[in-house]
Antibody, heavy 122, light 108 residues
Framework: EVQLAESGGGLVQPGGSLRLTCTTS????????MGWIRQAPGKGLEWVGF??????????QYAPSVKGRFTISRDDSKSIMYLQMNSLKAEDTAVYFC?????????????WGPGTLVTVSS | DIQMTQSPSTLSASVGDKVTITCRAS??????LAWYQQKPGKAPKLLIY???NLESGVSSRFSGSGSETEFTLTISSLQPDDFATYYC??????????FGGGTKVEIK
């Protein structure tokens, strides 16, 4: 059974940093790309970014709103994906989900974790 | 960026009703469209991919159709478990991937 679980959320001051972790099981992690999606309180879904699998050199792509501040990485030996968030702003406050696309290059998300809340506030 | 516009934003319906939600893309996305269902406090759940393909394990009362710029999600006979918010997502372009604003299906 595919399982995804985010962790690392919490309260952080504007300008601060936080690293989220997506721990996975139930599939061959190294074969799959992975993504992050967020949802501000009471709002819709917003794609954050994704990382391709190692066969595609683990290249990344980001939404314009986070490019240059957020970095996605992966550790295939631990079946874990990370989201390093720097220079955080109030508008980054959201529940952050990790998502699993199908193999290949179809960028929809067949599986989601339950999410972790990030609050950026002084 | 490809803009995705859903309508209506809110829909009131009764159990047993046929419900249709529309998603329009600002440019052609061919059939690279997914639909999700989200309940309060939960992660989204994939319903449909490639515009009309039913995800494994999803009830056959859900169906998707459309191509290029206009798409619909239809629930053939609304059930109590279907009251939720529905989102479309285009994946023709990942620069960036974009979601519709959502359609909340409420009890009439």
């Amino acid at each position: 059974e595919v399982q995804l679980a985010e962790s690392g959320g919490g309260l952080v001051q504007p300008g601060g940093s936080l690293r989220l972790t997506c721990t996975t099981s139930g599939f061959t992690f190294s074969d799959y790309p992975m993504g992050w999606i967020r949802q501000a309180p009471g709002k819709g879904l917003e794609w954050v970014g994704f990382i391709r699998n190692t066969a595609w050199r683990g290249t990344t792509q980001y939404a314009p709103s986070v490019k240059g501040r957020f970095t996605i990485s992966r550790d295939d030996s631990k079946s874990i994906m990370y989201l390093q968030m720097n220079s955080l702003k109030a508008e980054d406050t959201a529940v952050y989900f990790c998502g699993l696309p199908p193999k290949g290059s179809s960028w929809y998300f067949a599986y989601w974790g339950p999410g972790t809340l990030v609050t950026v506030s002084s | 960026d490809i803009q995705m516009t859903q309508s209506p934003s809110t829909l009131s319906a009764s159990v047993g009703d046929k419900v249709t939600i529309t998603c329009r893309a600002s440019q052609t996305i061919f059939d690279w469209l997914a639909w999700y269902q989200q309940k309060p406090g939960k992660a989204p759940k994939l319903l449909i991919y490639k515009a009309s393909n039913l995800e494994s394990g999803v009830s056959s009362r859900f169906s998707g159709s459309g191509s290029e710029t206009e798409f619909t999600l239809t629930i053939s006979s609304l059930q109590p478990d279907d009251f939720a918010t529905y989102y479309c997502q285009q994946y023709n372009s990942h620069s960036p991937l974009t979601f519709g604003g959502g359609t909340k299906v409420e009890i009439k």
